[in-house]
């Protein structure tokens, strides 16, 4: 099965004549064919909305996307449905603006979540089927992932919510609002 190192990245073995270097991942099958196009209808917005803008994005590019929340205490997410038949690993690449807080989640299991503090960079309270990390790749932009342990899980849909805290329960609503960057 796959593990993750004390440094939070995935530890593989290599394939012959395959050149690994630290932080590596290997990459079999893209589930998600709109993963820099959050405005794409594949991804389904939940109060909130998804507008290009400006600021750099985290490998210096100038493609970075930013999801503005609403008001009222409700669930608010974006959400891709994938179909996989094998686990996967969500990974997605974020930065505070003025809100802080995201759980990636999965909506078949109460315990396929991780909760991540973009101003802290560290990883917050996570279901027990879920191994998670967060990595600096600099100028305040952070690359979050989840590895879930749960069969369940399987063609389902990927969900990233904004929620209230670090330590949010699987799926909490927020009355928070602001801006976050992807």
């Known amino acids: 099965g796959q593990k993750w190192d004390e440094a939070g990245y995935l530890d593989f073995t290599a ?46 590019s100038t493609n970075a996307t930013l999801i503005t929340l609403g008001g009222g205490t409700t669930n608010k997410a974006i959400v891709y449905s994938a179909t996989a038949s094998a686990p996967a690993i969500p990974s997605f690449y974020f ?20 909760n991540f503090d973009l101003d802290l960079g560290v990883v917050g ?6 191994t998670s990390s967060i990595e600096d790749v600099g100028d305040g932009w952070y690359r979050v992932s989840a590895l879930y342990n749960s069969t ?6 990927w969900r990233v919510y904004f929620v209230s805290s670090a330590s949010a ?11 976050v960057y992807i």
């Open 125 to 130: 309270t996570k279901g027990t089927k879920a």
């Open 15 to 60: 394939l012959a004549g395959e050149v690994v270097f630290k932080g590596a991942r290997r990459v079999t099958n893209l589930i998600v064919t709109t993963s820099e196009d959050f405005g794409n209808a594949a991804w389904t917005k939940s109060v909130c909305s998804v507008t290009s803008s400006t600021e750099s994005g985290p490998l210096g």
């Open 152 to 157: 369940a899980i399987l063609g389902t849909s």
């Open 169 to 179: 329960v699987y799926a909490a609503a927020t009355a928070s609002t602001g801006t």
């Open 95 to 114: 930065k505070a603006g003025t809100h802080k807080y995201v759980q990636l989640m999965n909506a078949s299991d109460g315990e396929v979540f991780a």
